[in-house]
């Protein structure tokens, strides 16, 4: 294990970019010495984001000239289709990898094309890629050199439904998962949808007819099943939602009762070791402002009126425990680090 290794990240100007900055200039085993920005090339990243002036002295540089192939460790925080274009360069000079974009996260080459409308550009390094749900994968995190870090969306449903799915003791077949986001989910970037006259006092549904993020959901929770001897057929139904805030995201599960058990005990017992996972009290409401600006899920499980159908709540920060807080995490893991090193901040309230 290295003590102090050399990062860089490519995109830095997003706000999962800038989530990563944060992060990484606090964290005693990195040493950040690049970042890119082709369109701001030269301007100090203090000037962009005043949050760390004093912390960070590095400016943005182009891609070519910011030296990324020295670093031990290269996060990509960048529009889906870049990773896969530039991560291999870098993996062959011999520096490890975790993309947060959707470039490596679906095995299935010919279904990754259809749901992000692209030709893959590497689809030799998918099938080389592991997939970074820490929670289930975390065993091969610690050898990989190309990490696809997994969607917010996917983290939160996964993470709510991995006890039921592991064990079988529920339809697995009619699953439903009603999800709901921040405004900062859809990017840093200028879109009508998230202007703020648009998306403040506004809820709505979106990508209900099918959204990107499902066959990822279905790929993690299949090969769960299947590595706990889970055979049933997994069928789900995923609807997400843009709120008026700007940060966090709430994921509501129904399943239909399979077999009797205590599905409380079901929980705590399966996330008993998970630092960054908190199974609540019988009857509690997890809020998405209790987990804001942390690596955190909460998560509760319901049986309303004792009734035969189960419902799991489960809230995360989608900057953090759904972006930059889980590539953190999983690069900790990848170096032999303390897993929650660097990421021992507690929510900010209110």
């Known amino acids: 294990m290295k003590q102090t290794i050399k990062a860089g990240i490519v995109g830095g100007t997003g706000y999962t970019g800038v989530e990563l900055l944060r992060l990484l200039v606090q964290h005693p085993h990195v040493e950040l010495s690049a970042i890119t920005s082709r369109g701001e090339a030269g301007t100090p990243v203090a000037d962009m984001f005043p949050s760390l002036r004093g912390r960070c002295p590095l400016r943005f540089e182009t891609p070519d000239a910011a030296g990324l192939e020295k670093c031990d460790v290269v996060f990509f925080a960048t529009p889906n289709g870049v990773a896969m274009q530039q991560a291999p360069a870098l993996l062959d000079a011999g520096a490890r990898v975790v993309d947060l974009s959707a470039d490596f996260r679906i095995s299935d080459?010919?279904?990754?094309?259809?749901?992000?409308?692209?030709?893959?550009?590497?689809?030799?390094?998918?099938?080389?890629?592991?997939?970074?749900?820490p929670e289930a994968n975390r065993e091969e995190i610690r050898s990989a050199r190309l990490l696809a870090n997994p969607g917010c969306y996917p983290t939160a449903v996964q993470l709510g439904l991995l006890p039921l799915v592991e064990t079988g003791c529920v339809d697995l077949e009619h699953l439903i998962a009603d999800a709901k986001s921040g405004v900062s989910g859809a990017g840093r970037k200028a879109e009508v949808h998230t202007l703020f006259s648009e998306a403040s006092d506004n809820f709505k549904a979106y990508?209900?007819?099918?959204?990107?993020?499902?066959?990822?959901?279905?790929?993690?929770?299949?090969?769960?099943?299947?590595?706990?001897g889970v055979q049933q057929r997994l069928g789900l139904t995923f609807v997400p939602h843009l709120t008026p805030m700007i940060r966090g995201m709430c994921a509501t599960m129904y399943a239909r009762i399979g077999d009797e058990r205590d599905f409380q005990s079901l929980f705590e017992s399966r996330y008993a070791d998970?630092?960054?996972?908190?199974?609540?009290?019988?009857?509690?409401?997890?809020?998405?402002?209790?987990?804001?600006?942390?690596?955190?899920?909460?998560?509760?499980?319901?049986?309303?009126?004792?009734?035969?159908?189960?419902?799991?709540?489960?809230?995360?920060?989608?900057?953090?425990?759904?972006?930059a807080g889980q590539a953190i995490q999983n690069m900790n893991i990848m170096y032999g680090f303390e897993e929650q090193t660097g990421l021992c901040q507690l929510p900010v309230l209110p």
Request: with cysteine; glycine share 8%; hydrophobic share 40%.
């Open 109 to 133: 080459i010919a279904e990754w094309e259809k749901w992000y409308g692209m030709k893959h550009a590497s689809p030799e390094w998918v099938a080389k890629a592991v997939y970074g749900l």
């Open 274 to 323: 998970e630092a960054f996972v908190d199974v609540m009290p019988p009857k509690a409401h997890p809020e998405t402002r209790s987990v804001r600006a942390a690596n955190l899920c909460r998560i509760a499980v319901h049986r309303p009126q004792n009734g035969d159908t189960l419902v799991i709540l489960s809230v995360i920060d989608n900057l953090m425990k759904g972006a």
């Open 207 to 228: 990508g209900v007819p099918g959204h990107r993020h499902l066959p990822e959901i279905l790929q993690g929770l299949t090969r769960t099943a299947r590595a706990h």
